[in-house]
């Protein structure tokens, strides 16, 4: 683990470093990074870990779709069930209810019978609104306490596929290697023995990590947000990083109404001189959120943020790059219900190689991008205008 050090650069990278560290933020220097940057490099990469698990597969998602790429998925967790692999899976009774092909009793049953342990986050119980607050929006995968997986997509076949309303999904996931594992199965083993009140753990799920080569030790903060316990350490380690950036910050998010300290943040950022780009999805699966978003959006673009809209699909990553040093990819979407309500994880990676990847797709998507402009704006119907000022008004809740 990495220690305090006795003198800090004043760049970026190590003030953000210093505040997570100063916060009690888990931070590790002896990390592999790999960036999943489309659901075929994520499910191509995760099939085959699972392939190879020897001990125990544990997997935490906002909903498993009732599809090909999910069926695909227990088919291979069956087998290695039979092979005396423990299989955990935990997936958000929200997020299974809002989703067009859930899993229902009748597939819970087979796949339980199946050997593998399925458990739904918070169930829906009488009077139905005890989920509203808090969902359980996190996509972790830990395979053998030795390789885990977070991001933000869930298993379902439109990451591969896309979807007819709005065509291709884009989205990123990372694959880590290294202590950070351990954070990401701490988080994991909470959950579960949260909800089945078992007692799951021990050092056979923390086997330890051998040192990564030079060209691999990357440092790794896992930055969790659990309401109730840490609810504003995602939204601080956010802002704190905007307010930290000395050339550039490189946001993608797509559901961004944020927070009045993101908010905050961004503003006295963009007013220091700090060039601001933000990209956002011209399509969205939500209704309202792009006009909410475009309206927050026009704001900061007259105050001197640069702004993009996506055309190439559904831009559903959660990343954010600052000066070229360091990145963060995750799961929290910049809004109220990531960041005041919901159960989020984001990995905060400081690494030039990493940004730097992360950069070269940012640069390559703005290909793909329409710039807002004063000339857009204006061009923007009337009603559509108000229904951006509308949405805006139910921004604490979206």
Same mark, same amino acid.
């Given at each position: 683990?990495?220690?305090?050090? +006795?003198?800090?650069?004043? @760049?970026?990278?190590?003030?953000?470093?210093?505040?997570?560290?100063?916060?009690?933020?888990?931070?590790?220097?002896?990390?592999?990074?790999?960036?999943?940057?489309?659901?075929?490099?994520?499910?191509?990469?995760?099939?085959?870990?699972?392939?190879?698990?020897?001990?125990?597969?544990?997997?935490?998602?906002?909903?498993? %779709? =009732? +599809?090909?790429?999910?069926?695909?998925?227990?088919?291979?967790?069956?087998?290695?069930?039979?092979?005396?692999?423990?299989?955990?899976?935990?997936?958000?009774?929200?997020?299974?209810?809002?989703?067009?092909?859930?899993?229902?009793?009748?597939?819970?049953?087979?796949? %339980?019978?199946?050997?593998?342990?399925?458990?739904?986050?918070?169930?829906?119980?009488?009077?139905?609104?005890?989920?509203?607050?808090?969902?359980?929006?996190?996509?972790?995968?830990?395979?053998?306490?030795?390789?885990?997986?977070?991001?933000?997509? !869930?298993?379902?076949?439109?990451?591969? =596929?896309?979807?007819?309303?709005?065509?291709?999904?884009?989205?990123?996931?990372?694959?880590?290697?290294?202590?950070?594992? +351990?954070?990401?199965?701490?988080?994991?083993?909470?959950?579960?023995?949260?909800?089945?009140?078992?007692?799951?753990?021990?050092?056979?799920?923390?086997?330890?990590?051998?040192?990564?080569?030079?060209?691999?030790?990357?440092?790794?903060?896992?930055?969790?947000?659990?309401?109730?316990?840490?609810?504003? #350490?995602?939204?601080?380690?956010? /802002? #704190?990083?905007?307010?930290?950036?000395?050339?550039?910050?490189?946001?993608?998010?797509?559901?961004?109404?944020?927070?009045?300290?993101?908010?905050?943040?961004?503003?006295?950022?963009? +007013? %220091?001189?700090?060039?601001? $780009?933000?990209?956002?999805?011209?399509?969205?699966?939500?209704?309202?959120?792009?006009?909410?978003?475009?309206?927050?959006?026009?704001?900061?673009?007259?105050?001197?943020? @640069?702004?993009?809209?996506?055309?190439?699909?559904?831009?559903?990553?959660?990343? #954010?790059?600052?000066?070229?040093?360091? &990145?963060?990819?995750?799961?929290? !979407?910049?809004?109220?219900?990531?960041?005041?309500?919901?159960?989020?994880?984001?990995?905060?990676?400081?690494?030039?190689?990493? @940004?730097?990847?992360?950069?070269?797709?940012?640069?390559?998507?703005?290909?793909? &991008? $329409?710039?807002?402009?004063?000339?857009?704006?204006?061009?923007?119907?009337?009603?559509?205008?108000?229904?951006?000022?509308? /949405? =805006?008004?139910? @921004?604490?809740?979206?």
């Amino acid at each position: 683990m990495t220690q305090p050090r +006795d003198s800090i650069e004043l @760049t970026s990278d190590s003030l953000v470093l210093h505040f997570l560290s100063e916060s009690g933020i888990p931070i590790s220097d002896n990390n592999e990074v790999k960036l999943l940057k489309s659901g075929r490099e994520k499910f191509i990469d995760l099939f085959e870990s699972i392939r190879r698990a020897k001990h125990h597969v544990h997997l935490e998602y906002f909903n498993f %779709r =009732n +599809d090909s790429i999910a069926n695909a998925l227990f088919d291979l967790l069956a087998i290695k069930a039979q092979e005396g692999v423990e299989v955990r899976t935990i997936f958000d009774a929200f997020g299974n209810w809002s989703n067009n092909k859930p899993l229902k009793k009748k597939h819970l049953k087979k796949i %339980r019978e199946r050997g593998i342990e399925i458990v739904k986050f918070d169930p829906f119980t009488f009077p139905y609104i005890n989920h509203a607050a808090h969902r359980d929006h996190r996509k972790i995968a830990v395979i053998d306490g030795k390789v885990a997986y977070t991001g933000g997509m !869930n298993i379902a076949d439109y990451y591969i =596929n896309g979807l007819p309303k709005i065509g291709t999904w884009r989205d990123m996931h990372i694959r880590l290697k290294g202590d950070a594992v +351990d954070e990401l199965q701490k988080i994991f083993l909470t959950i579960w023995n949260q909800e089945t009140k078992q007692h799951i753990g021990g050092d056979v799920y923390f086997p330890g990590h051998k040192e990564q080569t030079d060209s691999t030790n990357t440092v790794v903060a896992i930055v969790d947000r659990t309401p109730k316990r840490n609810s504003r #350490m995602l939204s601080h380690a956010y /802002a #704190m990083s905007i307010y930290s950036a000395q050339k550039n910050v490189h946001i993608v998010n797509p559901y961004f109404v944020p927070t009045s300290s993101i908010n905050k943040a961004l503003r006295r950022t963009i +007013d %220091r001189g700090v060039k601001v $780009t933000i990209m956002v999805s011209s399509a969205s699966d939500i209704p309202f959120t792009p006009d909410a978003a475009l309206y927050k959006l026009h704001k900061l673009m007259k105050r001197g943020a @640069t702004v993009y809209m996506y055309n190439g699909g559904f831009h559903h990553s959660k990343i #954010m790059m600052v000066d070229d040093l360091f &990145c963060t990819v995750g799961t929290a !979407n910049l809004n109220s219900r990531s960041l005041r309500y919901d159960y989020e994880t984001n990995a905060f990676i400081f690494d030039q190689r990493t @940004t730097a990847e992360l950069n070269k797709m940012f640069y390559t998507d703005i290909e793909h &991008c $329409t710039q807002m402009t004063p000339e857009f704006w204006k061009k923007r119907s009337p009603w559509k205008k108000f229904a951006g000022w509308f /949405a =805006n008004l139910f @921004t604490p809740f979206l």
